[in-house]
């Protein structure tokens, strides 16, 4: 499958890195808005085309897909602009900033019979189905921690005065669709909708939020998650259940697992795979979908990007915080 890209930051050239590894996709044509910048890119990652105009790459033959790394709020005109091109889309997490550009892209997407689909490592990774396995084993869930704290670079140039565009409403930024979306992943792939949502935000003075405790409320048990972009935190996450908890680094990755069982208070390592295969992954299951039309499973992975977003809409709305395509 040929793809081009959107964005030239570190992101898309992990991406273009995975999909290499993955031997999946082929990277043909490179989209910046400077001409400079799209040359030095295309040269770096060895693409033929570059492309400065986005209708122009949209239209053309040399691509069958094309990896959406813009910032969050160009990722619906983006995704639409290709899917109407017959097109399938890759979109970087978050997909949309909110659910009404969710309904209306997939409505495009069908429409046209091409695929679109969020970019979001974890629960592509076999580490998801790793830890799914894990919380068979620890009974009843009782209660879950589940974070994604990380000070960004980007916070200094906002504390500068800058306004990078992950710290502002006008590029729907914040902490919890950036990296509280990690963890949100695993707490509705593991356990569905929650009853109820609470979101605890810290706002900054660009109306987004810096960090968060965002509480699901589930049949029996609460899932607390934070997230952080001012911050970092050190501890791992956990999934506690009546007769163990299972331990794992990273919502995004899910390594360095264990189980401590409650009897016994026995640690009990948990292989998982490496963390750097992560993304070739995801790129991989993507393809398989595509080329098998696997309704089932792209209905699943859409239904659980619906959810997601509408918990982070649900939460953005309790705390005021307002996007710029929104007012
Ligand atoms: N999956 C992951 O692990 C992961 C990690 C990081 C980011 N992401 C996601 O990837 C996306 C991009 O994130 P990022 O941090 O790379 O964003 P970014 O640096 O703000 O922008 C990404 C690209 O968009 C273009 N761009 C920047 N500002 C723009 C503007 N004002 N108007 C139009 N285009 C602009 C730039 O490309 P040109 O100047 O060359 O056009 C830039 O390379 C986000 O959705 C983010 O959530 C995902």
Known sequence: MKFGTIGTSWITSSFIDASRKSNDFILKAVYSRSETRAKEFAEKQQAEHIYTNLEEMAKSDEIDCVYIASPNSFHFNHALLFLKHKKHVICEKPIFSNTEEFREAYRVADENEVFLFEAIRNIHSPNFKVLKNAI?????????ILHRNRYSSKFDEFLAGGRPNVFSADFSGGALTDMGIYPLYLSVGLFGKPKKVSYSANLLESGIDGSGTLILSYDGFTSTIMCSKISTSYIPCEIQGQNGTVVFNDAGALVEMKLVDNSTNKVLPIETYATEDNMA??????????????????KELKELSLLTLSITEEARRQNGIIYGCER
């Open 136 to 144: 068979e084993r620890i009974g009843p869930i009782t209660s879950t």
């Open 281 to 298: 992954f995801e790129i991989h299951n993507i393809k398989r979908i595509i080329l098998t039309k696997n309704e089932q499973e792209y």
